[in-house]
């Protein structure tokens, strides 16, 4: 009777009086084979764009003092080299188990699957490494059911992940990534819920208060059910000219001006070209400004076809509950723009640069702004009336309301 090959690890089957005096070879061989396949490492370089299949032979083929074996008959693989395309790894179609590395580079797939059976494969994910099993038609992540762990089955905190490690999908792509904080005290708590109660997501930690940050990559807002969140940051609030006031010196001078009868009228301050005038108005910063600089832009028309350069400023001062109010004025920052050269249109000036208010702003406290046309300025060229419409004031706020 002739040799037979197990249909797994393909190990000599000696028939009967075969091999006369070559059994201490044969049986190396098997031994060889069973010791690669329980603790034995082989790497393999599938680089370039075609499919790679591992190799694979009969026990007999290795040497009595060999440490290795073949390819797919290693406990442990690891895939090496340069991918220029998405391949295939094919091992034996029989049942077995592996743990396989994916250390090759290129940003292209690749698919550990069974001879024959292309499409039941495993994508693996490059610089991971995982537990496989193989039914013979089907390669199996052992690592991709993790996800079905409960608290039942494992001792909460027990599962740990490497900095920047985490969660893929079922395809091998990244679903969640944890990064790691060297001597972290605070946590996000993930808790479900029973039916008709909403799971939650809470900054937990040994601190007494923590906040808790959601941050966009790049130019991407933060949203709830497709709508854009409302976050702190920078804001703006219209100052229209009928909230402003004339001073009593120097003042600018209120204005109606009708521009077609049952069109939109200009409700203004006329500052002159040759002598500088001022309007003032007042506000109570929201509680979430955060006290610092602000900018502003003023909203104009003028009144005859010139282009020449009108400068405005503003400056600010607050005031806090028994302070007295009559105070100056913070240092103004002004703001350059030419005529548009069209009577009644629409101007709208740069933004200026940024405006410290004088008082030591804090909150509940009223800011007084005074706006001014700088006509003194040489450099102030516009010969007609700058009729403001009014102003844009841009803050920075710190907090997510005015509570």
């Not at 004088?358 to 102030?380: I, V, W």
Request: aromatic share 8%.
């Amino acid at each position: 009777m002739s040799s037979t090959y197990t249909s797994r690890l393909k190990l000599e089957r000696q028939g009967s009086g075969e091999n006369s005096g070559n059994w201490g070879n044969l049986v190396n061989y098997v031994f060889n084979r069973v010791d690669c396949s329980v603790k034995g490492y082989q790497a393999a370089n599938v680089a370039g764009n075609a499919n790679v299949t591992l190799t694979s032979a009969n026990s007999t083929t290795n040497t009595d003092d060999s440490s290795t074996d073949d390819q797919v008959h290693n406990a442990v693989l690891e895939f090496t080299g340069a991918l220029t395309a998405n391949i295939h790894v094919f091992t034996d179609a029989v049942e077995t188990k592996y743990t396989v590395f994916n250390n090759t580079s290129g940003s292209y797939s690749l698919t550990f699957a069974n001879t024959g059976h292309a499409a039941n494969g495993v994508a693996l994910k490059q610089g991971a490494k995982t537990l496989v099993y193989s039914t013979g038609s089907k390669i199996n992540d052992i690592m991709g059911d993790l996800g079905d762990i409960t608290s039942d089955s494992i001792t909460p905190g027990s599962v740990n992940f490497a900095d920047n490690a985490g969660i893929n999908d079922a395809a091998g792509n990244e679903q969640m990534i944890f990064s790691q904080t060297a001597s972290a005290v605070n946590y996000l708590d993930i808790t479900n819920a029973a039916a008709n109660n909403a799971p939650s997501i809470t900054a937990g930690g040994s601190d007494s208060n923590v906040s808790l940050n959601l941050v966009p990559k790049g130019s991407g807002v933060l949203q709830g059910d497709g709508s854009a969140v409302k976050i702190a940051g920078k804001e703006t609030m219209w100052i229209p000219a009928p909230a402003m006031y004339a001073p009593t010196t120097n003042p600018a001078d209120a204005a109606l001006v009708e521009t077609t009868a049952t069109r939109p009228d200009l409700k203004v301050f006329d500052f002159d070209a040759s002598t500088a005038q001022y309007t003032q108005f007042s506000v109570a910063m929201p509680k979430s400004w955060n006290l610092g600089t602000v900018t502003y832009q003023v909203f104009w028309s003028p009144s005859t076809t010139n282009t020449g350069n009108c400068i405005f400023g503003l400056q600010g001062v607050s005031c806090a509950d028994g302070d007295t109010i009559d105070v100056a004025y913070g240092t103004a920052v002004e703001v350059t723009d030419a005529g548009i050269g069209t009577v009644e249109d629409q101007q709208v000036t740069a933004e200026s640069g940024a405006i410290t208010i004088a008082g030591s702003p804090a909150d509940d406290e009223q800011t007084y702004f005074q706006l001014y046309r700088d006509a003194a300025d040489g450099s102030d060229t516009f010969t007609g009336e700058a009729r403001v419409l009014g102003i844009k004031i841009f803050y920075t706020t710190d907090a997510a309301n005015d509570a």
